[in-house]
């Protein structure tokens, strides 16, 4: 079969390969994928950027059908539809993974970067206690978005984030930063605005602009946001910042557009060792400061229930779907901000 391979280490070094099938162990699953989105991670290891083992298959962002189970699993059956949490292979034992935060467990070797991923149409899934089901009203391709919409739960709602009458600022309106900007929304936030720059423009503010949930779109190289937030708040600033660019300026947007005691939420990450961080500016401000990574176990069914309402526009979000053999051009759709959400097609006669 064939599959997107990270070969080696190194900037690029991503082609299609021919790998064998996958075999599966007697606790195994294998799954038969059925959709699997480009995540933002994806193209920081394209970039050398995020940690990898080569050579691997690429992608995480799936959801697919149990296509054979081994003989000691339980509670799965084949021809179950499912997404998975990718925690595979944390240890267990260390105090991490006993407190429930199995996510960032130093020895979790997650598919795509530890383990051959879902950028293939067979994976095998090595803990099926991390599988969840995913309703039949959702798609393959909708249901791939649970991953990423998880992420947003886990720094959004659980840490309660946003609270009701809230106004919230989102930096980043990248696939990320618009499901963060919903799920405000849907979480009772009074106001929402996001912003990006002029790269944006095109493709992914216009998009947000068309959300009505989204009650402002502002671009930071035309408009002066700060004069906005000031306007729509009385002076005091927004309640809750979500940082989902990874960008240094937004760091700095967002300490100047906070108000005193609100809260920070970090989700996008920068892909560089270091960045210049206004940290006097959120210190007088007395604000808390949340950085996030990976997803909790709670999230997933939360997640797919907020897909299920249809609070995700996943025919907008998603703007190239197609095969395999069409990835170079998604990439660098992608990291020119010429696309929103990329995502392969398997086992569908694509």
């Not at 599966?24 to 699953?29: N, R």
């Not at 467990?105 to 950028?119: H, L, M, V, Y």
């Not at 990248?174 to 979480?187: D, E, F, R, S, T």
């Not at 069914?301 to 069409?326: C, N, T, Y």
């Amino acid at each position: 079969m064939q599959a997107l391979v990270k070969t080696g280490k190194g900037k690029g070094l991503v082609e299609l390969r021919d790998v064998p099938v996958p075999t599966i162990g007697d606790s195994e699953v294998l799954i038969e994928v059925g959709a699997c989105g480009i995540c933002g991670t994806d193209i920081h290891i394209y970039e050398d950027e995020f940690p990898y083992y080569p050579p691997v298959t690429l992608g995480h962002e799936f959801s697919g059908t149990v296509a054979a189970i081994g003989k000691n699993v339980r509670g799965w059956a084949v021809g179950d539809r499912v997404v998975g949490e990718p925690h595979t292979m944390a240890c267990g034992v260390c105090a991490l993974c006993r407190t429930g935060n199995r996510q960032i467990c130093p020895e979790k070797r997650s598919p795509g970067w530890g383990i051959n991923g879902a950028f293939a149409p067979l994976m095998r899934w090595p803990e099926p206690a991390l599988l969840h089901r995913i309703p039949n009203m959702l798609d393959f391709p909708a249901a791939a978005l649970t991953e990423p919409l998880a992420n947003v739960v886990t720094d959004v709602i659980l840490p309660q984030t946003v609270m009701a009458g809230d106004v919230v600022a989102v930096a980043g309106p990248g696939p990320i930063g618009i499901m963060a900007a919903l799920v405000a929304k849907y979480a009772g936030a009074a106001r929402v605005i996001i912003f990006g720059v002029n790269d944006d423009e095109e493709i992914r503010l216009s998009l947000c602009r068309a959300l009505p949930a989204i009650d402002n779109v502002v671009n930071v190289q035309k408009e002066d946001l700060s004069a906005l937030v000031q306007d729509l708040t009385s002076g005091r600033g927004v309640d809750t910042f979500i940082e989902a660019s990874g960008a240094q300026a937004a760091m700095k947007t967002g300490a100047q557009i906070i108000r005193k005691l609100g809260t920070v939420t970090a989700i996008g990450l920068t892909g560089r060792p270091a960045v210049e961080f206004p940290y006097d500016a959120f210190m007088k401000k007395s604000v808390r400061y949340l950085f996030n990574l990976s997803t909790k176990y709670e999230s997933w069914d939360r997640a797919i229930h907020i897909l299920a309402e249809g609070v995700i526009p996943h025919e907008q979000l998603i703007s190239h779907k197609g095969s395999l053999g069409q990835w170079k051009d998604f990439f660098d759709a992608l990291m020119a901000r010429k696309a929103m959400k990329g995502m392969f097609l398997f086992n569908q006669g694509e």
